[in-house]
C-alpha cells in the first residue's frame, strides 16, 4: 500500500487527513512534531509523500522540509500553508518542497495533489529507457537523473520533470501554462507562480551563472525556453 505520511500537530486536522487518506486507498503515518516526522521516515524508507504543516511545537516545517530534502531527493513534499502566508509558500518551494496545499483544503483536493505527486514517482519507468544528451547535459530517463559535464545534479521530482519536457522541446519556447499542465496535470488548480519557483530552484543547480541563465531562458510574458 501506498505510504503517505502527514505531518500536524493539530489532532483535528491530522485526523481529517488520515481519515480522507484511508479512504483514498493510501496508508497513512502520523506525525505530531518534526522529529516524530524524520523518525518515522528513517523507521519507513517507502514513504512516497509526506505532508508537511509549517507551524510546529519543535522546528518548523520547512527545516523539517530541508532535513527530509538533504538525504532523499525522492519523497514528493507537499507544504500545508496558511491562506493569509503568501511567503510561505514560495519558502517551502525553495527549501524543496514540491507543492503546497492552503487551508482551509477540501479532502478532494489533497488527494488530488498526492495522487499527481505518486503519479510522477512511479514514472514511466519502462517505456522510455533512453538518454537524452544535450550541451553538457546527459539525462537518464530510466533511472531519472541528470548528469552536467559528467557530475551528477541531484533534482527533485519536478525539476526533474521541468526539465525533461525542456529537453524532449529544445528551441521551444514553453507557456507557464503549458508547463504547469504537463508537470503537475491537467487537473491542477495551483497558481502560475509555481512554476517560476521551481525555474529559479533548477537554475541554481544547472546555470553556469544564475544571474545570466543561458540553458533556461525567460520569454517575457509567456513563459521559458531550453537552449542548451
Ligand atoms: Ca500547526
Redesign the pocket.
Known amino acids: 500500500m501506498k505510504k503517505v505520511l502527514i505531518l500536524?500537530?493539530?489532532v483535528n486536522i491530522r485526523s481529517f487527513v488520515v481519515i480522507n487518506l484511508k479512504r483514498a486507498g493510501y496508508h497513512a503515518i502520523e506525525a505530531g512534531t518534526g522529529e516524530e516526522a524524520l523518525d518515522r521516515l528513517r523507521d519507513n524508507p517507502d514513504i512516497g509523500v509526506a505532508i508537511l504543516?509549517?507551524?510546529?511545537p519543535d522546528i518548523d516545517g520547512f527545516e523539517v522540509c530541508r532535513r527530509i530534502r538533504a538525504t532523499n531527493k525522492q519523497i514528493g513534499i507537499i507544504m500545508l500553508t496558511a491562506r493569509t502566508q503568501e511567503m510561505d509558500k514560495i519558502t517551502g518551494l525553495m527549501t524543496g518542497a514540491d507543492d503546497y496545499v492552503t487551508k482551509p483544503f477540501s479532502p478532494a483536493e489533497l488527494t488530488a495533489r498526492i495522487d499527481a505527486l505518486y503519479r510522477r514517482l512511479g514514472g514511466d519507468m519502462s517505456a522510455d529507457s533512453e538518454l537524452l544528451a544535450q550541451g553538457p547535459f546527459v539525462m537518464n530517463t530510466r533511472n531519472h537523473t541528470l548528469e552536467k559535464s559528467g557530475s551528477r545534479v541531484r533534482l527533485t521530482q519536478v525539476e526533474y520533470a521541468i526539465l525533461k519536457l525542456f529537453m524532449q522541446n529544445p528551441g521551444r519556447a514553453l507557456s507557464r501554462e503549458e508547463i504547469l499542465s504537463a508537470v503537475w496535470g491537467r487537473d491542477y488548480e495551483g497558481e502560475l507562480k509555481i512554476v517560476d519557483v521551481n525555474i529559479r530552484r533548477l537554475r541554481i543547480k544547472i546555470e553556469d551563472d544564475t544571474a545570466n541563465p543561458t540553458y533556461i531562458t525567460t520569454v517575457w510574458g509567456f513563459g521559458y525556453k531550453w537552449g542548451a
Open positions: 500536524e500537530d493539530e504543516d509549517i507551524m510546529l
